[in-house]
């Protein structure tokens, strides 16, 4: 009984480090079950963002997970967030990359780089769902090269003018207002547009693969008029905005192919379970439990990786490559072990009834957003041949 209660202890504090943590989990667990998850597939079928579900979010204070009580969020840390990514991802990944749009994105990102006056003015409104937020950074010849960005933003006297276009933008199509990313005099600047800026539009949400309960456009910036209020930070300051947000941002996304993994290691126990075949359970043949057994590894593993990563993780902490080793871990653990569900449920797998079908479709963008497998395993030997000194 002893080392039962130590290995739960031990459990709670990598997983729920404090009774905070834990409640925030019960919390999120049960908004999963009753509101998310019967929402899921039809807008995945349609691809539409459940704006009004979002601002449920927004009601339980979910959106300023990160921002201090102080300024009206709940002052939570990294650990809280990837809980928040992996219970709702259980139920809709599509709709977790949205929520991660706007918490992450853009409240944490703008929060950490906005003066008092642009948080009183902006942030109650993204923090409750009335304005949905988005980021801009992603452009049509510049993705993983974010240096290589060619969106530009010229000072007139009261006024920026920005001119470009960013591509695959996660709330885009619904968004009030986005941070985004310009070049001022060739320096990468941060600046928060608002839509009905003139100027400023978006395209029709773009068809794809998976996600498909949130949506993504192109950005457009056609001397697109932006106050200089809107200012993130100062000129030439947008690279450190942009790189203090990614840690953060790359476990959530980790977090989301944890939540992947959960549910489709899930469905793929109880149907093995209730499935017949040749008089017995197919849990009980060894092909079965080949698929069972390693996907529960992969997720475990990935599980505690996560965790601990998210545990060094802070507004004044950075964690490159612990952050890099997770989400490049994770992502393709994910899309395994959905793989394995489809699989073990066969015929069944491959239908939408019995949604693991949706999950592997969820699963490949993780592999790409978020930073590209090959940029996380660049990154990581960076990292590590630097410490050598090499």
Sequence with gaps: MDSCNSASSIERLLFDPTP????LRETVRRFTDAEVEPQAEAHDASGTLNTALLRRCGELGLLGLTVPQEDGGIGMDAVAAVIV???LARSDPGFAIAFAAQCLLFVNNFYHASSREQRERILPRVMTGEWIGAMGMTEPGAGTDVLGMTTTAERRGDLYVLNGRKIFITNGYEASC???YAKVDGRITAFVVERGFPGFSTGEPIKKMGMRASTMCELIFDDCQVPAANLLGEEGGGVTCMMRNLEIERLCVAAISLGIADRCLREMVAYAVQRKAFGKSIAQFGQIQRYIGEAYSDYEAARCLIYREAAKVGPGQRNRLGTDAAKLFA???AKRVADAAVQVLGGYGYTTEYKVE????DAKLNEIGGGTLESHQKNITRDLTRALGA
């Design 358 to 361: 949706r999950f592997l479709r």
């Design 85 to 87: 990514h992996h219970e």
């Design 178 to 180: 986005v941070l985004t």
């Design 20 to 23: 905070e943590h834990a409640m």
């Design 331 to 333: 992502a393709p653990m």
